[in-house]
């Protein structure tokens, strides 16, 4: 956790905005407004939850929470983005309700229920939320959401939290209240972010480190098909099913594995003749991918940062066929991207089904980047793609007034 100041802090002036809509509807200053970045996986594609290697990092462009301590033991939470405010006795908070709210109202259960193990009882608060974090992109903002406001809630309820216990009050949001059979990947690489680093997560033993990038020579650019993913839910919790229904076939074979992370190549071709087709292929993506993401990093280690984009590049293709999570729009962003000179590697990134293309490039090539690909894609489909560049950045913080 920091303190950034107005001017090294690219949300200043939308939060700024959202401080002018909280007095505008509470009559009040925000005691205060925490910046919460959105992440990008660059290499380890559904391997989270498959306890499988994963190298995401934090972006540049996320969610603001701006919150007042009330002293009337009610709660409020709304958002800049969506119409409605959800207004409740923060001693008994609603139950799920389908709507976007539940990922922090998830995060007050998961803090009430600290609260209530130490003897106390919390005080009322208002939540206002805004941002520039595009929802549905594949950018997790779902995670943005949980782990800004268990970081501000925290604050609010004398809370000591740390990035560990931050991480699981997410977890608990996105599991236990809204119920996606999420990893834990996105919000550890929300809370754990490193500036200028990729984060390198092992999802068996949740250990990570951060993996250095050279900012002087590479960027990572986010290209938004602006196909949101409607399906993503639902088809997500059907690939972990699919994971977990392959796993218990393969280790009959292979006993002293834990999960599909452990599965080796021989053990899945020795068992191919007892997996139905789609069990199949999406366990030969994981086993496929866990070597790929192994030598994404130590490529990314040895200066190789070709190498590591090749790699993208391969999971890519491992996704689209094997997975089968991608849609042509991405397919097209691919494509186009990684025949860009400079560009070292490209995938789609979070759960699929719309959303966003990650790609590696060298310093430089941003705007051919975005010239070639905004023409191809508009030529083909009528609108043109958003593309921006991004530096990895840190983990959430408390915005100086």
Known sequence: MGTASPRDEPAFASATS?????????????????????????????????????????????TLVALRRRADGRATIASTSFE???????????????????????????????LRSEGRGPSGVDLLYGGDLPIGAGLSSSASICVGTARAL????????????????????????????????????????????????DCKDASWTSVPLDLESVSIAVLDTHVRRELAQVA???????????????RTLQPAATCLRDIERATLERARALLEPPLASRAAHVVEEVARTFEARDALLAGD????????????????????????????????ATSVPGVHGARLTGAGFGGCVVALLARGAEQELRE???????????????????????????LAR
């Open 305 to 336: 940062v070709a190498g590591f984009g090749a790699r993208m590049t391969a999971a890519h293709a491992s996704l689209r066929a094997n997975f089968e999570v991608s849609v042509r729009e991405l397919d097209l962003l691919v494509e186009c």
């Open 372 to 398: 070639a690909c905004g023409a191809a894609f508009a030529g083909l489909h009528g609108w043109r793609p958003s593309i921006e560049v991004y530096r990895p950045g840190g983990g959430p913080r408390r």
């Open 18 to 62: 959202l401080a002018e809509e909280f007095r505008r509807r509470h009559g009040a200053e925000p005691e205060s407004i925490w910046f919460s970045p959105g992440r990008v996986n660059t290499m380890g594609a559904h391997l989270d939850y498959n306890g499988g290697p994963v190298m995401p990092c934090a972006i540049d462009r996320g």
């Open 154 to 201: 925290s604050e609010a309820f004398e809370l000591e939290s740390s990035d560990l216990q931050v991480v699981e009050a997410a977890l608990l949001a996105e599991r236990g209240f809204v119920g996606v059979r999420c990893g834990i990947m996105d919000p550890y690489a929300v809370a754990m972010a490193r500036p200028g680093a990729l984060l390198w997560l």
């Open 236 to 250: 997500f919790n059907e690939r972990v099913q699919q994971c977990s229904a392959a796993f218990e076939v393969l």
């Open 84 to 114: 409605g405010e959800l207004s409740f006795e923060v001693r008994a908070p609603p139950p799920r309700g389908g709507r976007w709210s539940d990922y922090p109202l998830g995060v007050l259960h998961a803090l009430l229920a600290r």
